[in-house]
């Protein structure tokens, strides 16, 4: 099991992130994601935009897209249950790429009770509307996450990695 | 003004802008008064994300310039959409808030609120700075010009009030394309536009 503080584990996704040539990123929070975005943020090799709400975080990466710019969009689980209809209008209406990082919220060690209806719901919408994704839960898989990326531009569609609290927590935090 | 003559009037001035529509009457709108089928994305039921789709593409594109068409029902499903707008501040960017105060694409339902929104106060509350208002085609023929200058920081936020459509308006064709097709008409554009790669490959 991982015990590393996420301090260690968000720079290396952000190194993951610029490997891929993503330029643009944009955010909501989620406690998890937090030292993440503060990487983002701090490294000078990302525009880092703060979004008002998910949908726009969709909007936004979907036309950078269209100007080639690379981009990826992080958000909370519960903040990508709200983003559903922008996806499949946008991303699968268009076929534009687009990478989204999740929290993988409700499962084992997730203490918060708030969080319940994203243990049992996230993965099986992501199941309904036919989007990959991959489970990012060891700081050995980060490498994954420029394969998934790469995977949109293939796919012309979007994918998700669902980052998870022994990741970005620890096992014992 | 009528809308349509005022997406005429705005394609009269228009010299080398990207377009983004929004769902409904903005798309059929600039489809009539255009016709144009490579330097227009048409974002059909983006449900408020046209200028957020613009705000990506006027950041990976700083040498061009966008236009954004939202209607007010789209506004005020994402009003703070404006706050991001100015955070990013982009000076390549007009979003045009087409202000019909009605759910225009869906047979003019009534807007919440819709005789007291004021939304040059909204985008001024808001921080932006360049916010101009139209309500006659004389005034829009007149003052565009004013929207010209290259040397203005930050993004332009334009109130368009106009009447809702008609019920024969409402009947003016969609934009016909197909999503993919339109994806890559609009997307060789830019690479042509600007040398830049979109696709993954060259044609």
New interface residues.
Partial sequence: MNDKPSSAVAPRIAEELAKCDVRLVASLPDNWLMDLIEAIDRDRRFTHVRVNREESAIGLCSGAYMGALGSAALMGASGFMTVIYAITKINYTYEIPLFLLLTLRGGVGDHHKHHISNGLYLRPVLDAINMPYRIIDQPSDISQISRCYHHTRTFARPMAVLLTRNLLRGSHA | MKYVDCFRALARQRTDQIV?TSAGNSGQAWWAATRDSEAT?Y???????????????????PELKFWAFMGDGAFCM?P??L??ER??NLPNLTHFLVSNRVYGATSNAGLPNFEQNDYPAIARAMGLERVLEFRSIDALERDFAALAPSNVAGHTFVVLEVEPFSAQEQKLEQPPFD??E??FR??RH??AR?N???F?YRL
């Fill in positions: 983004v994305f974002l059909d039921a983006s449900m408020s994300l046209s200028t957020m789709f613009a705000s990506g593409l006027a950041l990976a594109r994402n703070g959409m706050m991001v955070q990013m999503g993919p339109l994806k609009f997307g830019v690479e600007t830049c790669d979109v993954g």
